[in-house]
């Protein structure tokens, strides 16, 4: 701990008589300010610089310098939107940098000093010629570690490093190598060295590559309960973050944690790589359900991400206060999850609510579904389709669902509920978890951007129907295509055919246009078509045909007609 002097001091109080309200932090290793705060001149026509040299050279004792001139080398200004200028000033001692040493003069518009910040090292005493030359420096650093490799065209630089404390004169290199991860696996590195110019022996390197090293930690979600999770380790702030680096397309998914309020906010972050903390469940789902979303769109449907272009997947947590919600938002391309108010809903951090989420972003990278009318119906609809067939069940959002009168926000199965929707009350209905299974109860007005979460249940419907077959309002399926051929139709569907403003009968056609692109010669084609057909037509689109008799079994073997 160095010393404050007496005539540190003293400069201070002078400048407390420019501002009684000076602030000052100092930095009491190397006993100079680290920061300065106030009104700590008058406005003056001098240039920037002028201002700012003639501030360090009458407050010269208080930051210990003796020839602030020569010690001090301006290397940038910047200035900001509100015209204040950042004058960055250089340690220098006798025309060598000293690494890492920096101060930064801060100035109003109109040339008042509000401040410094950055410590300089006063009494800097050492040798400025070296005895090793910068060849040998990089000899040094190359032997150092076995697998250290040189970086054509870059020159060892003399500098000044003050390390635990001690300047000295050192040569300054990077080279390439390897460095290990947290988990043990090697990574690559660049090594900042530095070598001591009057011994050649290595006084101190780092890995400057800026990458936060990859790892797994171990958290517990409120509905994935206790899983492995991938993160990353940041060295520099010795913290883990919720960011998933293991994506073997190079995408990203990111977890944020809002903590109450809104988007932008920082990655998830932890101590210890232990995510168990009861606030920390629902960044623990959003992080490992994104991930599950991810693998789901690239390994069924080679998909990567959201985009196909690799995008990374931003996801927030705990997002408004008891925010009885979830959206992806296409301004800020990020989803964002609510905690729930505890009463209506759990947090909405649901596997389901996640992979519909995401499958919005889809669509909007794709058919691109306006958010109004039948097409806003279908684009909602197309999420909780997607949802179901990530999540494995036709019930959209019940693990955070706490009404009694659903058994679930939504029932692709059975969107009515036993035939709880009521066409004359259809908000009511919606709030309760019921929705209209047919064009003759098509909701027509104008709430709910016309209707998208209350028509959505008429295209849900007929997608269980394909997928599961049975008969809906006395129109039969002729077969069930089950839940992988459904999704690989709707996602040719929704990528390939699908316009923004397509419709439910659209929607129809897109389907079957997707079953020639994918089906055209299999032997199941013509009772899939039928189906498809069937499927709509039992929801109020299009009229239904009569299921085909197919030869499956033997060419010429029919069996007997129904
Ligand atoms: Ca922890
Ligand atoms: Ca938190
Ligand atoms: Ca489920
Ligand atoms: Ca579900
Ligand atoms: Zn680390
Ligand atoms: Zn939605």
């Known amino acids: 701990m160095a010393e404050i002097k007496r005539e540190q001091q003293n400069a201070f109080e002078n400048l407390k008589k420019v501002d009684p309200n000076a602030e000052i932090v100092w930095n009491e290793n190397i006993g100079t300010p680290n920061r300065l705060r106030g009104i700590l001149s008058r406005s003056s026509p001098e240039p920037p610089e002028a201002v700012a040299r003639s501030f360090l050279s009458e407050y010269r004792n208080l930051f210990a310098i003796k020839a602030p001139e020569e010690e001090l080398l301006l290397k940038d200004t910047s200035t900001d939107k509100q015209g204040n200028r950042h004058l960055r000033f250089q ?28 410590a300089i090292m006063p009494g800097i005493d050492v040798s400025t010629t070296a005895k090793l030359s910068a060849g040998d420096a990089r ?32 040569w300054h290199l990077t080279v390439e190598g390897t460095d290990r991860a947290l988990d043990g696996s090697e990574v690559p590195a660049e090594w900042a060295y530095f070598v001591d110019a009057l011994t050649g022996n290595i006084t101190w390197r780092y890995n400057n590559l800026p990458t936060h090293n990859r790892t797994t930690g171990t958290g517990v979600g409120n509905y994935a309960g206790s899983i492995t999770l991938n993160t990353v380790h940041d060295h520099t702030a010795n913290k883990y973050e919720l960011e998933d680096q293991w994506v073997p397309t190079g995408a990203r998914i990111r977890t944020h944690d809002c903590n109450n309020t809104f988007p932008p906010a920082d990655l998830s972050a932890d101590n210890n790589n232990n995510w168990s903390l009861t606030g920390q469940g629902s960044e623990v789902d959003c992080h490992y359900y994104s991930r599950i979303v991810f693998d789901y769109y690239l390994m069924v449907h080679g998909r990567n991400s959201f985009d196909d272009a690799g995008a990374d997947m931003e996801i927030n947590a705990h997002v408004g206060s008891n925010w009885n919600n979830a959206s992806w938002s296409p301004s800020q391309q990020q989803v964002k999850i609510g905690d729930g108010d505890g009463t209506t809903y759990d947090a909405f951090c649901t596997i389901d609510i996640i992979a519909h989420e995401w499958t919005h972003a889809v669509t909007e990278h794709t058919a691109g579904l306006i958010y109004y009318g039948e097409s806003g119906a279908l684009n909602e609809s197309m999420s ?16 955070n669902w706490l009404g009694a009168t659903a058994p679930a926000g939504r029932n692709l199965a059975d969107p ?15 709030m309760a978890g019921h929705q209209p299974d047919h064009m003759d109860d098509k909701y027509t007005g104008t709430a709910d951007n016309a209707g998208v979460h209350i028509n959505s249940g008429i295209m849900n419907k007929a997608a269980h129907l394909i997928a599961t077959g049975g008969a809906h309002r006395g129109i039969a ?22 316009t923004s403003g397509s419709d439910f009968a659209d929607m129809r056609d897109a389907v079957l246009d997707s079953l020639d692109d994918l089906y055209a010669g299999d032997p199941r084609y013509d009772r899939w078509r039928a189906t498809i057909i069937n499927a709509f037509a039992a929801v109020g689109i299009g009229t239904a045909t009569a299921c085909p008799i197919v030869c499956w079994i033997a060419p010429g073997f029919c069996p007997p007609s129904p």
């Open 416 to 430: 009515t509920n036993g035939g709880q929707y009521d066409p004359a009350d259809p908000i009511t209905s919606v």
């Open 139 to 170: 000899k040094n650093a190359l032997a150092d570690v076995p697998d250290n490799r040189e970086i054509p065209g870059k020159e060892p630089i003399l500098l000044v490093l003050v390390h635990e404390e001690k300047p000295s004169l050192c």
């Open 384 to 399: 909780d389709v997607l949802a179901a067939l990530i999540d494995g069940d036709w019930l959209q959002g019940e693990d």
């Open 91 to 118: 340690q220098m001692h006798h025309g060598i940098p000293v690494f890492g040493n920096e101060l930064i003069v801060h100035l109003k518009s109109d040339n008042v000093i509000q401040g410094t910040n950055g």
């Open 477 to 498: 399926m002729c077969e069930a295509l089950g839940n992988d051929v459904l999704g690989r139709l709707y996602y040719q569907a929704l990528t390939s055919h699908l």
